[in-house]
């Protein structure tokens, strides 16, 4: 079982810039995906950035690339999100998800899951 904890959400400007990070209770030996996914009011909850074990892959979707970088260490046990130039569409619940190899981009098949951090862009 995995415990993952959130944190670094606020309220940030249009143009500004969050880093989100997710402690993790363990980062194992090789064998868990890590990913960024954000659920909006009304909206169904997407994918945002996901990075491989190794972290030889990443994933990121469209409304990502370019701005937003998924990083982790697996020394301080700790995953993070940075984004630059958010948006008002960035608003949202951010949450941070492992799961057992392979990857996947569908929230619907991730199985541990933090509590959220909010952010708010204006």
């Known amino acids: 079982h995995v415990q993952l904890v959130e944190s670094g959400g606020g309220s940030v400007q249009a143009e500004g810039s969050l880093r989100l990070s997710c402690a993790v209770s363990v980062y194992t030996d090789g064998r868990y995906c890590m990913g960024w996914f954000r659920q909006a009011p009304g909206k169904e909850r997407e994918g945002v950035a996901i990075?491989?074990?190794?972290?030889?892959?990443?994933y990121y979707a469209d409304s990502a690339k370019g701005r937003f970088t998924i990083s982790q260490d697996s020394a301080k046990n700790t995953l993070y999100l940075q984004m630059s130039s958010l948006k008002a569409e960035g608003t949202a619940m951010y949450y941070c998800?492992?799961?057992?190899?392979?990857?996947?981009?569908?929230?619907?098949?991730?199985?541990?899951w933090g509590q959220g951090t909010q952010v708010t862009v204006s």
């Open positions: 998800a492992s799961r057992r190899l392979p990857c996947s981009s569908r929230p619907s098949e991730w199985y541990w």
């Open positions: 990075i491989s074990p190794d972290g030889g892959s990443t």
